[in-house]
């Protein structure tokens, strides 16, 4: 049985896919995105206790020179997280793939689904893969919220337990990828075209930030490249406005895309084929 870190579990979420889902973040990120709205799931606790006394409900313990976290006493004020100077939190608690289910079985009645994200969750198929086989004996959807950069190909006994993927594309061209995370997307581009071809594609996702890389032609090579398979599937794109909201402060110096640059990326969509386009 596979176990992984578990950054945070939303009971009832409405934007992490179709319909009222339970969305769980699994800890730890090998991109180092510029506009994360979620730094504190990159990097791992190491142990260095800055957090510990400040916490104002003594959530955080030294224990044998390690932090532990109670989260019955939490109270989410967010004290530790706003401390951490190396892009991590001690909120983490550790599961099994059964004890995952457990939590997600407390909401069956109310959800439609379960979606993995993080952090990036695909660091953890195995995990993934065992609780999706328990959630299909429950009839529960499966989504995979994922930067691609961990090649699906390799994982097809992952994706037959998975009912789509939702795919981050940060920028097309590679070097403008490389400033926005510190990684290449040879691995990203090549899992859209994969994750279509076999009808696993649920949705592609583009930041628009304006002055960080070109978006418009982000959104004109990614629609482009997909147009091919909108015959026999539909792919819902998703352009996602920047917004300074959680973000590293020496990031924040970004603007917000306007309007009319949001539309101008949709109506790029449209042409190229795509009909399910989602601003916000």
Partial sequence: MYSADINKIIPFSSVDGPGNRTAIFLQGCNFNCKYCHNPETRNHCINCMDCVAPCPSAALKNENGKVVFYPEKCIGCDTCINICKHGATPR?????????????????????????????????????????????????????????SVDFENHINLLEYTDGVMLDIKAYDRQEHINVTDVKNDIVL???????????????????????????????????????????SNIRYKLISYRENGVRKEYRNYRMPTEKEMNEAKEIAQKNGFRDIVLI
């Fill in 92 to 148: 983490i608690v550790r599961l099994t793939s059964e004890q995952t289910f457990e939590k997600i079985c407390e909401n069956v009645p109310f959800i439609r689904g379960i979606t993995f994200s993080g952090g990036e969750c695909m660091l953890y198929p195995d995990f993934m893969r065992e609780v999706f086989m328990l959630c299909k004996e429950k009839n529960l959807g499966t989504l995979i919220d994922s930067n691609g």
């Fill in 190 to 232: 090549k899992n859209a075209l994969f994750l279509a071809s076999v009808g696993k594609l649920f949705e592609v996702r583009t930041v628009i930030v304006p002055e960080l890389f070109d978006f418009r032609k982000t959104v004109f090579d990614t629609s482009a490249a997909l147009a091919p398979f909108l015959v026999k």
